[in-house]
């Protein structure tokens, strides 16, 4: 089988379900932006970080794996069996969330990237997780987005942050406060 395939040269790919669409309608924006952050958790897997951690990452690139084939399908055509997304995946990350936080200082400010490059890489695939909240949003307003996809991204950013403060503490990096500076009269 070769990788091209020469279909989509004028501009257009197909869904899951045969709908041919251009490459720059929302759905393909949607789940293509979910394949760019698990591109760059994947990244974040290859740093020196907690085995754990890359484990619980690895498992977060299935779920994304997951929400890009929900994405990619026509709702109106598919007749495919598409994995599914369970509120346990959700639950999984806000105990994940949870547990991490009970080693973490009180938050008091808000934090700018940086640091290290594994908690970058963290504060981007959060910004990358934002747009593609963002994207599935726009996109449940004119189709059908599981509501599970939109909650699930939501709490991902979440844990990217946290993930990111506890990178933080476990390599004892101060985190980087922003200190607003005040006009003085």
Request: charged letters at 30%.
């Amino acid at each position: 089988m070769k990788i091209y395939t020469k279909t989509g040269d004028k501009g257009f790919t197909s869904l899951i379900g045969g709908t041919r669409v251009p490459k720059h309608h929302l759905r393909i924006e949607s789940y293509g932006t979910i394949d760019e952050l698990n591109s760059y958790i994947g990244l974040l897997c290859d740093q020196d970080i907690a085995a754990h951690d890359k484990d619980f990452l690895k498992e977060i690139q299935d779920r994304l794996f997951t929400i890009g084939a929900l994405l990619a399908s026509d709702p109106e055509k598919s007749k495919m069996t598409i994995p599914d997304l369970y509120i346990a995946d959700i639950e999984a990350l806000e105990n994940e969330i949870d547990q991490i936080n009970t080693l973490l200082p009180e938050l008091k400010h808000f934090i700018l990237p940086g640091g290290s490059t594994a908690i970058s890489y963290c504060h981007i695939g959060r910004c990358v997780c934002r747009r593609a909240e963002r994207l599935a949003v726009h996109l449940a307003e004119e189709s059908e987005v599981e509501a599970k996809v939109i909650i699930y991204l939501n709490r991902l950013s979440d844990y990217l942050f946290t993930l990111a403060r506890k990178l933080s503490n476990d390599n004892k990096i101060p985190e980087n406060q922003w200190i607003p500076r005040i006009k003085k009269n």
